[in-house]
């Protein structure tokens, strides 16, 4: 390469010279990647032409001059004009609206383009700013980069890439205007697929030469045959070694229909099986054979909590969350899948626990297992950001499972279900509802005006689900006679103490601390006031008296219910809804182990002094009192869960909080999409009522501890390992109470974060706390 060569990225080498990436090999290396990208759903034209058009502004003489300059290539590199760095990204958007006349289906290319640094942008002036019209057409700066293209085309070989012809593929395969037109509420689905592939290939070429070291680790993964071996493998030793009790009996049923019902062609699946019954691998089971007979490349577990997110991803890597067991098994190499072979992408994550390959697979899911949460997963596919959408393109032939489906947040169900059947029918996905309580999700969902189209064509891959539930009927269900009889937390203490091993599930953060200080010393107290690598601890504690046969008695909010494995012969819930009752319950029995005693567990429903907080939880709760007042009620079973979820979605103010139709559906035809407003309205944990606060904790186990990483922050500032880090001490508190605290001097803001900066705002045990008065009137969850 000379020094008259265009240049795309320089790096300079520890012996002193320069090494070059020419425009030329930049442009079709990414290209040629985001063609294969967009090839898995037919598009490669599409992809191969983003690439190729994507940094078009850098062949700009101003924008080689700022390169050799800023670089130190070429400190003496005149910058045309004084005009300094071009925006790179907007010549190829430009060009896109003039090799196409200006048509709608130019859009296509300019959203892309014109965002692959900054983010997709919205069409028109909206709320959140960066739209794409007045980028283009009506602003100085537009017409100043139209002038830098008229200057791009002047320079031959920038016109090779020019004169690149226009694709041809249809968008979603469907070529029949009228078609598309039926199917155009996907159509910002499939734009930002491509965009996917643009930004990924862009960030793999660009990391290639820069980083080539990051390049070489990436990838290296088992074949799915090979996964789908260690686990039949592993699940014929368990089935072995199992007791023959009629409780393992129906779990080796579950995984046998699993593996059955896999060699059905792809789409919508349900698998209901009640709690306790080994769904976290039977649903693994069917997902490989699955992947296999229909050529699917990767399996997603998507989990709404993150505190069984990590209990999950052990079990996929180690065959047990136990972590006695653990260590056992990496000591004999008898391991399921292996630690590298699962990536867990999510804000809990312990960075300690986390290889460096599987770091970098976690910014493109190219790992064939991904677990992650269901904030992750959605909020990425309705995102504007570079970041979240570079995984986008990944999901393309996936299996996509979600558990725990009845938490998917109701009002975002028509975005997320229109979503969900884009990636089924355009881009070969398989999704699975796995639940113990499967949400009514066929149909028309809700009531006028609040109504969503549901799923059609669910396939069930457990047989007679009603039986089944009433073979892991492992529990006796006290319900309340008198709903309008609350029962005061003296009497539900009262009532615990004569239990030694005993949880009490409450609906808030507030009201599991009025309990817990009434209960004898030596109750454990667990709940989000305390932080990610406490709560973790808590609950391997809990494990360990549970199985070691201890007394324990546990005041908790519902943060243990949804798959937590942990197995108590009583249970207290306070009111909620069936769908946490019966999460609730299978923390209770779970392994049958009464059964020896001729025994069930016991569930007790009572009424909390107050009711459930605003929001879905008091709706939970109303949907279960109008179920008890008008049903006779013997046990949980699927039919009941029907009925119930259509009490509570009739009871749903709102579907569409993020308005979904109007910014991304009612202009498709003309593609015209608010992407970057939409993105900042699709909050499923709504961050703007909460403070996060980085507390003072140490792992008196092993020895992990907030202290050197806020000092790190101090003098290095919020670098991305150290933030991964500090994930695991940090506390979410509602506003109201974060000014209290910020008042009481208790925290101090450090480089944007907000840090504890005292003694006696964060207690082992307990978490936060502050004065009682105070706590007591402004805790609400």
Known sequence: MNDNEFIAHIKPES????????????????????????????????????????????FHPAWQAYIRRESGYDVEAHLENQKGRINHSTPGAILSLSRLNESPPSRILAYGIAGHHAGLP???????????????????????????????????????????????????????????????????????????????????????????????????YFSLGELKRRLDTFIAVKEKT???????????????????????????????????????LSSMAFALEHAIRHGKRRIIVAIPYTSIIEQTAKVF???????????????????????????????????????????????????PIIVTTNVQLFESLFASRTSSCRKLHNLVNSIIILDEAQMLPPEYLKPILSVLRGLVAHFGVTVVFMTATQPALEGKIGTPPNVVQGIEDVRHIIDNPEILAKDFQRVEICLPGDLNEKSSWEQIRDELIQHEQ??????????????????????????ALMCGEERSLVISGIKGKLRKEEPVRVISTQLVEAGVDIDFPVVYRALAGFDSITQAAGRCNREDKLAQLGKKGKIVVFVAPKSAPQGLLRKGEDACKE????????????????????HFYALMNDVDKSRFYDRLVKDAS?????????A?????????????????????????????????????????????????????????????????????????????????????????????????????F
């Not at 967009?38 to 078009?56: I, P, T």
């Not at 999409?673 to 939409?678: A, D, I, K, N, V």
């Open 15 to 58: 012996d002193g010279s320069w090494r070059r990436q020419s425009m030329a090999e930049h442009l079709n290396r990414t290209a040629h990647l985001a063609g294969e990208f967009a090839s898995a759903f037919g598009n490669r034209d599409w992809g191969e032409l983003l690439g190729w058009w994507h940094d078009l502004g850098k």
């Open 122 to 220: 919205d069409w028109d002036p909206d709320d959140a700013g960066g739209d794409l019209t007045n980028r283009l057409y009506n602003t100085l700066k537009g017409m100043l980069q139209r002038d830098e293209l008229d200057e791009i085309r002047n320079i031959s070989e920038a016109v090779l890439f020019i004169e690149k012809p226009i694709p041809q593929s249809p968008p979603l395969s469907i070529s029949k205007p009228q078609e598309f037109e039926r199917h155009k509420e996907h159509s910002h689905l499939w734009i930002r697929m491509l965009f996917s592939c643009l930004v990924d290939a862009d960030f793999l070429d660009t990391e290639q030469f820069m980083e080539p070291q990051k390049a070489i680790e990436r990838g290296k």
């Open 242 to 280: 199992a007791p023959d009790t009629p409780i393992n009996r129906r779990r080796k049923d579950i995984r046998k229909q699993c593996a059955t019902k896999a060699s059905l062609n792809p789409g919508f699946f349900s698998l209901n099986v009640p709690t306790g019954g080994g769904k976290t």
């Open 317 to 367: 890597k180690y065959g047990t969350d136990n972590e006695d067991e653990i260590e056992e098994r990496q000591k004999n190499g008898d391991v399921l899948f292996g630690e590298d072979q699962v990536v867990e992408h999510h804000s809990n994550l312990d960075p300690e626990r986390e290889t460096n390959r599987n770091r970098l697979a976690s910014e493109n899911w190219d790992a």
């Open 502 to 527: 005993v949880l009490c599930i409450v609906n808030s953060r507030k009201d599991c601390r009025d309990l817990h200080v009434l209960m004898p010393e030596g109750t454990i107290h667990l709940s």
């Open 627 to 646: 179920m008890i007042r008008t049903h006779t009620i013997h046990g949980l079973s699927p039919q009941l869960f029907t009925k119930y979820f259509q």
């Open 670 to 678: 003309e593609f015209k999409f608010q992407f970057r407003t939409l």
């Open 680 to 780: 900042h309205h699709f909050r499923l944990i709504d961050e703007q009522f909460y403070q996060s606060i980085v507390v003072w904790y140490e792992n008196p186990v092993n020895g992990n501890n907030s202290y050197q990483l806020i000092d790190l922050l101090r003098s290095k500032g919020p670098e991305r390992w150290l933030m991964r880090k500090l994930q695991r001490f940090l506390v979410n508190v509602p506003l109201k109470l974060f000014a209290h605290i910020q008042k009481l001097g208790f925290v101090e803001e450090v480089i944007g974060y907000w840090i504890q900066n005292s003694t006696g705002l964060y207690k082992p045990g307990i978490g936060l706390q502050v004065n009682d008065t105070f706590w007591r009137e402004n805790l609400i």
